[in-house]
């Protein structure tokens, strides 16, 4: 692969991990919401949020606040826990047998992320190995990829690439298909069933990615 491929490559992967990563962590706001409206203009028709898109398309842009009324309420049931079946987004409620929070994966993506020299942002108040934060963590990893490659640093590109390959496998992989499954099985809104089988198609797809780099 060029480097100028492995560049391009690592920039789509730090974008479409930013958006799952900003999409999971809060309900969505009204810049959110605007992004969303952008983001709808000639979207190709196997797009996992094409139906979501096909519905914002029919409805006017002076009822964005209501949508977000209604996505807000979604994200504080599904993700919250102010619902009949809640979602945790959280890698050790997953992978732990206990099916708790805090447990060893918890401890494990925080000694990833130290690694690389990174931490909870400060006004990140919840347990390490949410999905927000684990897939803003690839994203930043898929950034400094992409300097190094820049930069004809081909050991820090290894380095960096094996470290990506490891995590997603080890982390992401282990846990977030299986939310994604019980997202799809409890959304009431195309939007979130639409992000859940996203959010699975760039799980699934960078796992062979990684693994052909």
Request: proline share 5%; hydrophobic share 45%; charged share 30%.
């Amino acid at each position: 692969m060029q480097t100028s491929d492995i560049i391009e490559l690592m920039g789509e992967r730090a974008l479409a991990y930013r958006f799952l990563s900003r999409a999971f962590r809060t309900a969505p706001d009204a810049a959110f919401i605007a992004a969303l409206r952008e983001a709808a203009k000639d979207r190709p028709a196997d797009d996992p949020l094409a139906e979501f898109f096909a519905e914002l398309d029919s409805r006017d842009a002076a009822e964005d606040e209501a949508l977000r009324i209604d996505l807000a309420a979604e994200y504080n049931r599904l993700f919250l826990g102010m619902g009949p079946h809640p979602v945790a987004p959280y890698e050790s409620v997953y992978t732990s047998p206990e099916h708790l929070l805090m447990q060893e994966a918890r401890d494990e993506v925080l000694t990833a992320y130290r690694s690389q020299g990174l931490d909870a942002p400060d006004d990140f108040d919840l347990p390490e190995d949410h999905l927000a934060l684990e897939c803003a963590f690839v994203a930043e990893l898929a950034d400094r990829t992409a300097e190094a490659c820049a930069k004809g640093d081909g050991e820090a590109v290894g380095e960096l690439v094996a470290f990506e390959r490891a995590f997603v496998e080890n982390h992401v992989a282990s846990w977030v298909p299986a939310f994604c499954d019980d997202v799809e099985a409890h959304a009431r809104t195309s939007f979130y069933r639409g992000l859940a089988a996203l959010a699975r198609e760039q799980v699934e797809a960078d796992r062979e990615v990684l693994a052909g780099l």
